[in-house]
């Protein structure tokens, strides 16, 4: 998918003529924001060799990250109702799911490990969420389906990565 264009500022999306409304006066002095092009990513939820997509993003120590869910829907087959990255607040993924606390369907995140298992505790995403500072490594990203139904999974959502200054895409400093 293309680049959508957002604020520096305040992270809205702009209008066309590259426009969001946020223009702030500080000491008298208009200030306007300027978009900047974001990559959105696709998150499969039925990824290639494994439960978990890898982000293209390598998170380092000391920078809490934040995660985005922009829209799309999956669903753990094409017989289920598919959901956005919030999930189906009315179940949780249960014990057979990769995090049973949060809902069927959330979208979830790691860091380190591969797109099979392992690294760090798993985070419940949902439509916005945060990675913690202190972890360092790939950041990976999945959906909340049982693992026996994740092969027969289909959909995607789309998720912008940022940290708590700008958007970002790759190798976070």
């Given at each position: 998918?293309?680049?959508?264009?957002?604020?520096?500022?305040?992270?809205?999306?702009?209008?066309?003529?590259?426009?969001?409304?946020?223009?702030?006066?500080?000491?008298?002095?208009?200030?306007?924001?300027?978009?900047?092009?974001?990559?959105?990513?696709?998150?499969?939820?039925?990824?290639?060799?494994?439960?978990?997509?890898?982000?293209?993003?390598?998170?380092?120590?000391?920078?809490?990250?934040?995660?985005?869910?922009?829209?799309?829907?999956?669903?753990?087959?094409?017989?289920?109702?598919?959901?956005?990255?919030?999930?189906?607040?009315?179940?949780?993924?249960?014990?057979?799911?990769?995090?049973?606390?949060?809902?069927?369907?959330?979208?979830?995140?790691?860091?380190?490990?591969?797109?099979?298992?392992?690294?760090?505790?798993?985070?419940?995403?949902?439509k916005n969420g945060w990675i913690p500072a202190e972890l360092e490594g790939n950041i990976w990203l999945a959906a909340n389906f049982k693992k026996d139904e994740i092969p027969?999974?289909?959909?995607?959502?789309?998720?912008?990565?940022?940290?708590?200054n700008f958007y970002i895409n790759g190798l976070l400093a």
């Open positions: 998918m293309p680049g959508s264009k957002v604020c520096e500022s305040c992270g809205q999306g702009h209008d066309e003529q590259g426009h969001c409304g946020c223009s702030k006066f500080a000491d008298g002095t208009l200030i306007t924001a300027k978009a900047v092009d974001i990559p959105l990513l696709e998150i499969k939820a039925c990824p290639e060799g494994g439960f978990w997509n890898h982000s293209g993003v390598t998170k380092k120590k000391g920078v809490a990250i934040q995660v985005t869910c922009l829209g799309g829907r999956w669903a753990a087959s094409s017989e289920n109702k598919p959901t956005s990255g919030d999930g189906d607040q009315r179940f949780s993924g249960g014990d057979e799911s990769l995090l049973s606390s949060a809902p069927t369907g959330a979208l979830l995140a790691k860091v380190g490990g591969d797109n099979d298992g392992a690294g760090s505790a798993v985070f419940h995403i949902g027969k999974s289909v959909g995607a959502v789309y998720v912008i990565i940022s940290d708590e």
